[in-house]
């Protein structure tokens, strides 16, 4: 059963879909969650408090199924290790987890893109233009939960290579760590700019496996 909390996070989404933030109102989000106003804003404070939680916790969703895609042992052929095909198959896998959580959840991305159109809050809670009051909001409640800035695309980008990275360096040759690291920032930027500017999966993976082809001194 969901907390509190996850309820009225779920409420918030769902309350964003239908309607641009600035018309997203807290006793209807505190309603659709089955809760009190009051217990809303013991649990986030303010409306700010809320977005930016909200914000958080879709970004961390998305880092969550990058670090599932880079371990799935299934992900490439035949499923087992080596720095051939499986290592590049699970990087792939995480870009196109990528691609696809932008085009289906517009918080996630605009944190990978740092586009924030007028229907969103921005990173920092209330509405785009105003930046809301760190961490609680003017009015926020005392001992309400304070959730911090969220991340925008270079902690993503670096979140992306990191995790790739510890993904992926057992199955990698001690001597050429330097050079995947290399690869797995190439990966995230390269995932990055199909967020941006989107075309063929195809196109992606073959840019993927070329980088990591480099990286393992393969022609």
Request: overall charge neutral; aromatic content about 6%; glycine content about 12%.
């Amino acid at each position: 059963m969901p907390t509190a909390r996850e309820s009225l996070l779920d409420a918030a989404y769902a309350a964003l879909a239908a309607r641009p933030w600035a018309g997203v109102r807290m006793v209807d989000v505190a309603a659709e969650a089955g809760v009190s106003r009051q217990t809303l804003y013991n649990e986030f404070g303010s409306k700010e408090g809320l977005a930016r939680a909200l914000v958080r916790r879709e970004t961390e969703g998305y880092i969550a199924g990058v670090t599932r895609a880079l371990a799935d042992p299934g992900a490439g052929p035949g499923g087992s290790g080596g720095t051939g095909g499986d290592v590049e198959a699970r990087v792939v896998a995480a870009a196109a987890w990528t691609v696809r959580a932008a085009r289906t959840n517009p918080l996630v991305r605009a944190a990978l893109t740092g586009c924030w159109s007028e229907r969103l809050p921005t990173p920092a809670g209330g509405t785009p233009g105003r930046r809301g009051p760190y961490p609680g909001g003017a009015n926020s409640q005392p001992g309400a939960r304070a959730d911090g800035l969220p991340p925008g695309p270079t902690d993503l980008v670096s979140r992306f290579s990191d995790c790739a990275m510890a993904a992926l360096e057992a199955d990698w040759p001690k001597e050429d760590l330097p050079e995947l690291g290399t690869a797995c920032a190439t990966a995230a930027r390269l995932t990055l700019s199909y967020v941006v500017a989107p075309a063929e999966p195809e196109d992606l993976a073959r840019q993927l496996h070329r980088a990591f082809a480099h990286a393992n001194h393969r022609p």
